[in-house]
């Protein structure tokens, strides 16, 4: 089996992702809002330690579901602080909690979330060659999300989140899950 030369082979929660998950186009909000959750609270650290925390943020997160996540108050909010199994950033946190609310307003104004986000390709994968960090499409949709009102946007955060949901496939042209329909 060939993969990207990024896997770390010797993790297999990052094995598993890299091959059920990575680059596989994604259509389902839930989804879609976990790793926009996950993606954000990422910046300035590894994918591969948010993916080692995954089951404790769930769990911390009441199963990503925006819908709850956008009420959350001050008890919510220190708990989250001083939860050690996630990452205990107070900005990443409020910010969640704000994103969620722009994520219902986008929902309710696109249908859903999917709509809007494949909306920037006109539904179809862009194939790039993994070498870029961010894009035009990236530049586009994080400048979008920050005029809705969310942070932990930046152009970075949503290339990598395109990654991750699979309207960017950046698969190595080496590796067997580098699919073209």
């Known amino acids: 089996m060939n993969r990207c030369k990024w896997v770390n082979l010797n993790n297999p929660i990052y094995v598993k992702y890299h091959d059920e998950e990575w680059g596989v186009p ?7 809002f976990e790793m926009l959750i996950l993606e954000s609270f990422q910046a300035g650290l590894s994918w591969e330690c948010i993916l080692n925390k995954r089951k404790a943020f769930y769990k911390a997160f009441d199963g990503f579901n925006y819908e709850i996540i956008a009420k959350y108050k001050d008890d919510k909010i220190n708990e989250l602080i001083n939860n050690k199994e996630i990452v205990r950033n107070k900005r990443k946190i409020l910010a969640t909690i704000n994103n969620a609310k722009v994520f219902i ?3 309710k104004e696109y249908k859903s979330f999917s709509n ?9 994968i862009i194939y790039n060659n993994g070498l870029v960090t961010s894009n035009e499409l990236s530049d586009t949709i994080s400048n979008d999300l920050k005029k809705r009102g969310m942070s932990f946007v930046g152009t970075t955060i949503i290339y990598s989140y395109l990654q991750a949901v699979g309207v960017i496939n950046d698969h190595e042209d080496i590796c067997d899950y580098r699919k073209k329909d």
């Open 116 to 124: 809007y986000i494949w909306s920037f390709t006109d539904n179809k």
């Open 105 to 107: 307003n986008i929902k």
């Open 26 to 32: 994604s259509y389902d909000d839930k989804y879609l």
